[in-house]
């Protein structure tokens, strides 16, 4: 399989257990991970051999900037259920989410989850542990 990556999206978005995540909100990074055949589209040239990574960056951009989650792991989740629901020639996707300022007193870079999904050899999406 060959990977698109999908590096550095900023989102702002209302997620967190905290009352106070979900009325002032917060930037969210996010990376995409695509495992899928692209051999066509770099032999024809052509967009419709491809997925549109315009339009990945705005079903991502829609989902963060959605329905607050309390958790990160639930928001990538979705994400990645969104990514492989609408783009059937993903076969699998990572999604890195971090969160950079979550509300304790600790300094550091933010939190990441990343988690990954993939499709079986009948089409279903399953978890994927490497």
């Known amino acids: 399989m060959d990977r698109m990556t999908l ?16 009325k002032l909100g917060q930037r969210f990074r996010v990376e995409l991970e695509l495992r899928l055949d692209l051999r066509e589209a770099a032999e024809r040239d052509d967009i419709e051999a491809s997925v549109n990574y315009a339009d990945l ?26 990514v492989l629901d609408t783009y059937t020639m993903i076969n699998e996707v990572t999604v890195r ?28 999406i399953i978890a994927s542990w490497s």
């Open 97 to 124: 989410l971090t969160k950079p300022h979550p509300p304790f007193d600790i300094h550091f870079d933010g939190v990441v989850v990343e988690l990954s999904r993939k499709r079986d050899a009948d089409g279903r």
């Open 57 to 82: 960056h705005a079903l991502t951009k829609a989902t963060v900037e959605g329905p607050p989650f309390k958790l990160i792991e639930a928001l990538a989740g979705h994400i990645a259920s969104r």
């Open 7 to 22: 590096k550095g999206m900023e989102f702002f978005g209302y997620h967190g257990v905290f009352a106070e995540e979900n």
